[in-house]
């Protein structure tokens, strides 16, 4: 499985972004997607993950982030609304068959798409 991520930049506070998260190769509609980010210094974590099961938000973005999925497209999005400084980071989408908020779990990962939020 492949991914590619794209729609980060540079936004000011309050604005909004949209990324993408195109998936080719050996792709199922079963696959967890999740979107992570990574911040200077700090561990990479999950910010949105959806599955079969359903959604998932990290508290930090509850509100604010909506992930979806597109399955005739391959391609996952998260689109980020009310955005903040401390959302600023390098933003990974994955793919796996666990819903673990662990990175580790995932085994496929796009290439990372920065997002910089501007107070």
């Known amino acids: 499985v492949q991914l590619q991520a794209s729609g980060g930049g540079l936004v000011q506070a309050g604005g909004s972004l949209r990324l993408s998260c195109a998936a080719a190769g050996r792709t199922s509609s079963s696959y967890v997607m999740g979107w992570f980010r990574q911040a200077p210094g700090k561990e990479r974590e999950l910010v949105a993950r959806?599955?079969?099961?359903?959604?998932y938000y990290a508290e930090s973005v509850k509100g604010r982030f909506t992930i979806s999925r597109d399955n005739a497209k391959n391609t996952v999005y998260l689109q980020m609304n009310s955005l903040k400084p401390e959302d600023t980071a390098v933003y990974y989408c994955?793919?796996?068959?666990?819903?673990?908020?662990?990175?580790?779990?995932?085994?496929?990962w796009g290439q990372g798409t920065l997002v910089t939020v501007s107070s």
């Open positions: 994955a793919a796996g068959q666990s819903r673990s908020t662990s990175a580790a779990m995932y085994p496929y």
């Open positions: 959806i599955s079969w099961s359903g959604l």
